[in-house]
C-alpha cells in the first residue's frame, strides 16, 4: 500500500516567532489520522518570554493566558520529541508544513532545557525519522505554479478545507491532507517509500536553497545565505563554559568588583 493510504502523523508548532533558533513554543499539535479517524494530542507552553503582539495576533494567544494556562516549555518540549520518536518508532511517517521550522525550532528548545536531542532519542545519524513535507514537495513537483505557498494558498489549490488556520491542532490536520492530496495528484511522488521520499526532499530543498541564493543575490544581497538543510538546519555551538581555576588557586575578582562598575558596564572608561 503506498505511503499516503497509511497512517500518518501531522506536527504543528505555533510560536513566539519567525527565526527557528530564536522563537520559543506557544503551542503545539500532534495529529495522527489512520483507519480509526484522527487522534490529537495538544499542548499550551509557558514560552518563559513574552510573545509579541504581532505573534498574538497570528496564533491568539497571548503572553498573560500563557503564563496563567501553559505548562512549563521544558516539559513541553520533552513531550513533543518523545511523541515524535514514538511516531518513528512505529514506522509512521510525520508530516510538517515547513518542516525546517518547526524541526529546528524543536531542536533548540530541546538544547536550551539541557534535553536529549531527537538524535539523542534514536536517530543519531539523520537526526529525525522519515518526514514528509509538503511545502517542500509541491514546490519540487510543481515549481512553476504563480502564487503563494502557504498552507492556506496549499489547501485552496489541492481542494483541502482549513477552517482555523494558525491553530496547531488545524495546521497539523491540513499538512496530512495536503500530504495525501499531493501524493494523489503526483504518482511518482506516491510511489516512493517514505525514507525514499524523505531523501528526495533533502534534495529538492537544497536545490530551492542554491536557487534561491542565487536570485537573492542577482537582486542585489551579494552576502545572501539560504541554508540548505532539511528537515533539521544545524544549531550553533553551545557557548564554551569558562575555564575552572586551577587547584589551590582561588578566582580572581571580577572586573566589575575590582572597577567598581555596574555589571554590563564597559570596563574601560569614557
Given amino acids: 500500500m503506498a505511503w499516503h493510504a497509511e497512517p500518518l502523523v501531522g506536527f504543528d508548532l505555533e510560536t513566539t516567532g519567525t527565526e527557528p533558533l530564536e522563537a520559543r513554543i506557544v503551542t503545539a499539535a500532534i495529529v495522527e ?34 503564563a496563567a494556562e501553559g505548562r512549563p516549555a521544558r516539559e513541553v518540549a520533552d ?18 508544513y515547513n518542516a525546517a521550522f518547526d524541526l529546528t525550532l524543536l531542536s533548540a528548545e530541546l538544547r536550551r532545557h539541557g534535553l536529549p536531542s531527537l538524535a539523542e532519542r534514536g536517530y543519531a545519524t539523520a537526526g529525525t525519522g522519515p518526514v514528509i513535507d509538503p511545502y517542500t514537495i509541491d514546490r519540487a513537483v510543481d515549481r512553476y505554479r ?14 483541502i478545507r482549513l ?4 491553530e496547531a491542532g488545524a495546521d497539523a490536520l491540513a499538512a496530512v491532507r495536503v500530504a ?14 517514505p525514507a525514499e521520499l524523505h531523501e528526495r526532499q533533502i534534495h529538492w530543498y537544497a536545490q ?30 553551545s557557548p564554551a ?9 582561588r578566582p580572581g575578582p571580577r572586573v566589575s568588583d575590582s572597577a567598581g562598575l555596574r555589571p554590563g558596564a564597559p570596563a574601560g572608561g569614557v
Fill in 33 to 66: 489520522v489512520g483507519p480509526r479517524g484522527v487522534a490529537r494530542r495538544t499542548w499550551l507552553a509557558d514560552p518563559g518570554v513574552r510573545i509579541p503582539p504581532q505573534a498574538s495576533a497570528i496564533h491568539g494567544i497571548s503572553s498573560e493566558r500563557a
Fill in 180 to 193: 495525501r492530496a499531493i501524493a494523489g495528484r503526483h504518482k511518482a511522488v506516491a510511489a516512493l517509500t
Fill in 241 to 249: 563554559a569558562p575555564p575552572l581555576p586551577e587547584p589551590g588557586l
Fill in 79 to 96: 513531550e513533543i520529541a518523545e511523541a515524535l520518536t514514538g511516531c518513528w518508532r512505529r514506522g509512521v511517517p510525520v508530516v510538517a
Fill in 163 to 166: 477552517d482555523d488556520a494558525h
Fill in 208 to 237: 530551492w536553497a542554491s536557487d534561491f541564493q542565487r536570485f537573492l543575490r542577482r537582486k542585489g544581497d551579494a552576502g545572501a545565505v539560504v541554508d540548505p538543510s532539511w528537515p533539521l538546519r544545524a544549531l550553533p555551538p
Fill in 146 to 159: 504563480k502564487g503563494k505557498r502557504t498552507l492556506e494558498a496549499v489547501c485552496a489549490e489541492y481542494g
